[in-house]
């Protein structure tokens, strides 16, 4: 099955910083990968996803890229601000039935002001 | 819009006793999920239902139920709690073609003395 590793499990960075994220993933066959916010007391909330056929996608000051020789993907995230300080989770996955995500463990974001 | 809806928020059970956790979506999605998440661990599928009717194993299903009562509803029990099941559950819904996000509740937060 897919197995995902996340990196780093903490980040501190000081606010109007830039934040990156990193996750790598086994199966070959994954063709999705969302990434989710989750704030405390709360669900996950998918934050941006990005498919196999797109190497990078941009939302205002979030990025997700891709690498699918070297299965890995990364989110940037420019001009960090408080109210992103979270924990962010990363999904691979073949976006459908019981392959359709796994989770890497996560990674806490503090923004400092 | 409420999106998915899970009952309770919180549950303390005593071990040996058993539970049906409960979760709605209002958004016609024809595929629902239970993930289990722990610390360090990330989300871990239990079940899921492709469509309604239809249920399958996750990656962690022993200990657990599940039950498709129609396609806005889709439960989880716990026959004989043990205290290796005390985790935070969420349940997760998609329209359940190709690469479409998951939408998640705020989760279920079970306690097992």
């Known amino acids: 099955g897919e197995n995902v590793e996340q990196h780093p499990s903490t980040l501190s960075v000081q606010e109007g910083d830039s934040a990156v994220i990193k996750c790598t993933y086994s199966?070959?066959?994954?063709?999705?990968f969302p990434w989710y916010k989750q704030e405390l007391g709360k669900g996950p909330q998918l934050i941006i996803d990005i498919r196999s056929n797109v190497g990078e996608k941009k939302d205002q000051r979030i990025a997700v890229t891709l690498n699918k020789t070297a299965k890995h993907f990364s989110l940037h995230i420019t001009e960090t601000q408080p109210e992103d300080s979270a924990v962010y989770f990363c999904a691979a996955g073949r976006g459908w039935g019981r392959r359709a995500l796994t989770f890497g463990s996560g990674t806490r974001l503090q923004v400092q002001p | 819009n409420a999106g998915v809806t899970q009952t309770p928020k919180f549950q303390v059970l005593k071990t040996g006793q058993s539970m049906t956790l409960q979760c709605a979506q209002d958004m016609n999605h024809n595929s629902m999920y239970w993930y289990r998440q722990d610390p360090g661990m990330g989300l871990r599928l239990i079940y899921y239902s492709a469509s309604e009717g239809t249920t399958d194993k996750g990656e962690v299903p022993n200990g657990y139920n599940v039950s498709r009562l129609n396609k806005r509803e889709f439960s989880l029990r716990l026959e004989s709690a043990a205290p290796s099941q005390t985790s935070v559950y969420f349940c997760?819904?998609?329209?359940?073609?190709?690469?479409?996000?998951?939408?998640f509740g705020d989760g279920t937060r079970l306690s097992i003395l």
């Open positions: 997760a819904s998609s329209e359940g073609v190709q690469n479409q996000p998951q939408h």
């Open positions: 199966d070959s066959a994954s063709n999705y």
